[in-house]
């Protein structure tokens, strides 16, 4: 599976951004997905996870209410609908494939990452 993230850009504090995340390679939709970000010097921080069965969705409680993930099973595509967005939601996103759950170590599969920056 080869994922790639993009939609990434500078926005102002409050605004919104859509993260997409696109795969190729094996049957996307048996993997459930998840999105992580990395501000410099700070590790690996789970943000959100989508699965293909029942649509089910979690979330770090530091986003909840603001993000929303979302999957196109026939498109190979799954979103993150960023709002409301903070000084501190500014980072390197990633999407990643083989799990929900919040520890990467869970996830096979990685895309290159898409830069965040939320100015005041």
């Known amino acids: 599976v080869q994922l790639q993230a993009s939609g990434g850009g500078l926005v102002q504090a409050g605004g919104s951004l859509r993260l997409s995340c696109v795969a190729s390679g094996r049957t996307f939709s048996e993997n459930d997905m998840g999105w992580f970000r990395q501000a410099p010097g700070k590790e690996r921080q789970f943000v959100a996870a989508?699965?293909?069965?029942?649509?089910?969705?979690w979330y770090a409680d530091s986003v909840k209410g603001r993000f929303t993930v979302s999957g196109d099973n026939a498109k190979n595509m799954v979103y993150l609908q960023m709002n409301s967005l903070k000084l501190e939601d500014s980072a390197v996103y990633y999407c990643?494939?083989?799990?929900?759950?919040?520890?990467?170590?869970?996830?096979?599969?990685w895309g290159q990452g898409t830069q965040v920056t939320v100015s005041s």
């Open positions: 990643a494939s083989g799990s929900h759950r919040q520890s990467p170590s869970f996830y096979k599969y």
């Open positions: 989508f699965s293909w069965s029942g649509s089910t969705t």
